[in-house]
């Protein structure tokens, strides 16, 4: 079946502009996860959403960091203000209800560029 | 707090060779334990998983990992790297609620011929 898929694969913005970035998760997983990867900081967890229940943006780095899920499925990952460190491979993940522990599977990423 | 140590940022092996990658948690609960192998532009995959039960997982393209609690360790292995492998790897310690994952910082293989 299909994987996680992201949207953009690419993204260069000029610093100072808002992004969005999409994630569309596989079907049925009500789990969804964002993390980044960069060069200084590795790979970060950012943000969680599991069904209805509130997420868990205890690893958002800053307030300009914001994610909503709608409808339990599609999530966007919204940077306003964009910074040069905001410059990452974002990249989302998802699984079935999480305690198992169940795997999750990765999208492909946005790589995000601030000039 | 969870947090994981990968010993070694660059790896190098024959083709042939044994594949050795370290791995070092720390967790005040009992551990889940995962390896992830990103290649070239591409997301993360699964290799493994320990839960629970047998300490030897044995993964996907021959790579397994032990679960030593006593020496807090993960380490992956492949008894015979292949130019395939050659990858960044990465160990992970999950949340026990959530499933949030906490990464250690990669360790990137080479493979010669």
């Known amino acids: 079946g299909a994987g996680v898929s992201q949207s953009p694969s690419n993204k260069v913005t000029e610093k100072g502009k808002d992004v969005e970035l999409r994630c569309d998760p596989i079907?049925?997983?009500?789990?969804l996860y964002w993390y980044r990867q960069s060069l200084g900081q590795g790979l970060e967890f950012l943000i969680y959403f599991q069904g209805n229940s509130a997420p868990d943006k205890s690893g958002l780095p800053s307030d300009r960091f914001s994610a909503e899920r709608t409808g339990g499925s599609v999530s966007t990952l919204t940077i306003q203000r964009t910074q040069q460190e905001d410059s990452a491979v974002y990249l989302c993940?998802?699984?079935?209800?999480?305690?198992?522990?169940?795997?999750?599977?990765f999208g492909p990423g946005t790589r995000l560029l601030v000039l | 707090a969870q947090s994981v140590t990968q010993l070694g940022s660059h790896v190098s092996v024959s083709e042939g060779a044994l594949v050795l990658l370290r791995c070092n948690y720390s967790s005040s609960v009992p551990p889940y334990l995962f390896w992830y192998v990103q290649y070239p532009n591409q997301g993360l995959q699964l290799l493994l998983k320990y839960t629970t039960g047998a300490t030897l997982v044995k993964g996907i393209n021959g790579f397994e990992a032990e679960f030593k609690k006593s020496e807090t360790s993960f380490h992956l292995t492949k008894p015979s790297a292949h130019m395939s492998d050659a990858a960044e790897y990465f160990c992970?310690?999950?949340?026990?609620?959530?499933?949030?994952?906490?990464f250690g910082t990669g360790t990137r293989l080479q493979v010669f011929p």
């Open positions: 079907s049925g997983h009500t789990a």
């Open positions: 993940a998802s699984s079935l209800a999480p305690g198992g522990p169940e795997t999750q599977y």
């Open positions: 992970a310690v999950s949340d026990h609620n959530t499933d949030k994952l906490i």
